[in-house]
């Protein structure tokens, strides 16, 4: 079964960090990017950071270049999104997909086996 599990989300005061975790299983993690996606209240989802697993390309949108950064270990099946100076305005549920087809890292259309969310909420 494909799965992807999120964690690391939580509440931080703004100019803070965290960082997200998501765990693959159950698919051929080296073969496939993995994007991180988020979706505040009332909003679509939209595309955040995204790693290729084949040749470490990345992809950051233009809201958060140069605050977050995405990583992945392959030994551990995961990706990580390490996020630095937390603005209000980055409050959302974070999901992270596989890309299934190249409709462009920041196109959720493109991507499948969304995990379940966490939550990251930035005080002001």
């Known amino acids: 079964e494909v799965q992807l599990v999120e964690s690391g989300g939580g509440l931080v005061q703004a100019g803070g960090s965290l960082r997200l975790s998501c765990v693959a299983s159950g698919f051929a993690f080296d073969e496939y990017a993995i994007g991180w996606f988020r979706q505040a209240p009332g909003k679509e989802r939209e595309g955040v950071s995204c790693?290729?697993?084949?040749?470490?390309?990345?992809y950051y949108s233009d809201s958060v270049k140069g605050r977050f950064t995405i990583s992945s270990d392959g030994a551990k099946n995961t990706v990580y999104l390490q996020m630095n100076s937390l603005r209000p305005e980055d409050a959302a549920v974070y999901y992270c997909?596989?890309?299934?087809?190249?409709?462009?890292?920041?196109?959720?259309?493109?991507?499948?086996?969304w995990g379940q969310g966490t939550q990251v909420t930035v005080s002001s």
């Open positions: 997909a596989a890309e299934v087809a190249h409709t462009g890292a920041e196109d959720p259309r493109g991507f499948a086996s």
């Open positions: 790693i290729s697993r084949s040749d470490g390309s990345t």
